[in-house]
């Protein structure tokens, strides 16, 4: 078998393994967490996996198993707000993008200067930990239940985890993986609430029992409540799964 033959089977074999974490992960709960009326997701990370490991179209393939998914949710397990997802440009094109998007970003960062990746590295640790702490602390403050002080709190004991494997152990190379992580998770949340903004503002907000003369506020605080933790959530397994992936590659000399 020639090398070319060997990237391709390569390829369509990591686009079925993720394809199919992204299936188990539709098909259950783990895969849309319920924040009120709607859904968190972690089914972008596989995505940004596949994506950083292998490039822009492994990527585009398992972001577009998520938006099917997606679309499955929507019609089998419905919300007040699930119609949007019956639409292929809001469900599919957006986690499609995340693929792209992260891969390029991972690219263009692998070839940056270490001095500069030291610095944003610190400088973007200290901001997940920052707003964990703030979290942790306004839970306590507005008695936002135990829930979400300990999903928080151990939020933020994961990321000390995290922090000290970049420094310790990936070094410089996590900032090539935490930067696409965000870009990923950005891409989904920012691409899908500006297209449900365009098509759907109204009926969306509606939906949700909220003022539909607020419907741009009302959307870009879903974003902020849903996308900064799946953001996180995406740091903290990207790094992990990819730097132990590629850890393991150098080492056999790949």
């Known amino acids: 078998m020639n090398r070319k033959n060997h990237l391709n089977v390569r390829k369509l074999a990591i686009i079925g393994v ?38 822009p179209i492994v990527g585009g393939f398992v972001g577009l198993i998520f938006g099917l998914f ?23 094109v957006p986690r499609v993008l995340i693929g792209i998007f992260s891969s390029y970003v991972y690219k263009f960062l692998s070839k940056m200067g270490r ?22 602390y306004k839970g306590i403050v507005n008695s936002e239940g135990i829930w979400i002080i300990l999903m928080n709190f151990g939020l933020l004991i994961i990321s000390i985890g995290v922090l000290y494997l970049t420094f310790f152990k990936y070094k410089t190379a996590s900032f090539e993986l935490i930067i696409p992580s965000i870009v990923g998770t950005m891409t989904n949340t920012l691409g899908v609430l500006s297209l ?36 996180i959530i995406a740091i903290i ?18």
């Not at 992204?22 to 098909?27: A, E, F, I």
């Not at 590295?121 to 930990?129: D, E, H, N, P, S």
């Not at 503002?201 to 902020?224: H, N, T, Y």
């Open 196 to 231: 449900i903004y365009i098509f759907y503002a109204e009926r969306f907000v509606e939906a949700l029992g909220g003022d539909v003369a607020l419907a741009g506020k009302v959307i870009a605080g879903i974003g902020i409540t849903n996308g900064i933790p799946e953001a």
């Open 115 to 136: 001095k500069r990746i030291k610095v944003f590295l610190y400088l973007l640790w200290v901001g997940i930990i920052g707003y964990l702490l703030y979290g942790i």
């Open 18 to 55: 993720l394809g199919a974490i992204s299936t188990v992960l539709g098909m259950t709960p783990l895969g849309f967490i319920p924040v009120g009326p709607t859904r968190a997701t972690i089914m972008h990370i596989p995505v940004i996996i596949g994506s950083i490991m292998e490039g």
């Open 237 to 254: 397994i990207v790094t992990s799964v990819v730097g132990a992936l590629k850890g393991k590659s150098e080492n056999r000399g790949e």
């Open 70 to 92: 997606s679309m499955f949710q929507a019609i089998t397990n419905p919300t007040p707000v699930s119609f949007v997802f019956l639409n292929p440009m809001v469900s599919l």
